[in-house]
């Protein structure tokens, strides 16, 4: 059975670096077939693609998130990451790690991580 | 960048038959498979729909998902009250290595 799970700190400082980390399970991330993706949702609103990455290293950003967007991953940790740099209150929101199969949509996601922004 | 256009909100009974439209303003959105989501009060999405009418495993077929031109529906038919939830319609904007770009998300009550 597949499972992500999210982590990092639930509050970070205006201007300030947000570091996530989604550790996987019940497979490999070197599998050629998926993607690993990060999606946030600010409370009562929709949820908003950030990016994903690649077994390879290779990612695509949202580009109105892509200037302070970087994500990576260590398939022997079975682990990606997110970092969002410069964040503001805008940035507040739960962010979901999600698993993308080719054509097949995002079918495997954590259960969310709450991030709040604020000094 | 592509936008997709939901409603805000739907309602419908218990037992009825609920319809949920997506359309895109991106003349890549008529060429580019949609997907569903449903996001119970409080929980992560989950996939609903693939490939426009595709159903995962374990998805109960009074989902269904359909797609013409540059619109897509959600159908949910003998409607239940555990179907009360958000839905999110999601498409690439460009190629399937593009951005992913959701809808605006749609809030259904079931009365």
């Known amino acids: 059975q597949v499972q992500l799970q999210e982590s990092g700190p639930g509050l970070v400082k205006p201007s300030q670096t947000l570091s996530l980390t989604c550790s996987v399970s019940?497979?490999?991330?070197?599998?050629?077939?998926?993607?690993w993706s990060w999606v946030r949702q600010p409370a009562g609103k929709a949820l908003e693609w950030i990016g994903r990455?690649?077994?390879?290293?290779?990612?695509n950003y949202n580009p109105s998130l892509k200037s302070r967007v970087t994500m990576s991953l260590d398939s022997s940790k079975k682990q990606f990451y997110l970092n969002l740099t410069s964040v503001t209150a805008a940035d507040t929101a739960v962010y979901y790690c999600?698993?993308?199969?080719?054509?097949?949509?995002?079918?495997?996601w954590g259960q969310g991580t709450t991030v709040s922004v604020s000094s | 960048q592509s936008v997709l256009n939901q409603p805000p909100s739907a309602s419908a009974t218990p037992g009825q038959r609920v319809t949920i439209s997506c359309s895109g303003i991106?003349?890549?959105?008529?060429?580019?498979?949609v997907y569903w989501y449903q996001q119970l009060p409080g929980t992560a999405p989950k996939l609903l729909i693939h490939?426009?009418?595709q159903r995962p495993s374990g998805v109960p077929d009074r989902f269904s998902g359909s797609k013409s031109g540059t619109s897509a529906s959600l159908a949910i038919s003998g409607l239940r009250s555990e179907d009360e939830a958000d839905y999110y319609c999601?498409?690439?904007?460009?190629?399937?290595?593009?951005?992913?770009?959701f809808g605006g998300g749609t809030k259904l009550t079931v009365l």
């Open positions: 490939r426009n009418n």
């Open positions: 990455v690649y077994t390879s290293g290779t990612t």
């Open positions: 991106n003349s890549n959105f008529g060429d580019n498979f």
């Open positions: 019940g497979v490999s991330l070197n599998s050629g077939s998926y993607y």
């Open positions: 999600a698993r993308e199969v080719f054509y097949f949509g995002l079918d495997v």
């Open positions: 999601a498409t690439w904007d460009d190629s399937v290595s593009g951005p992913v770009i």
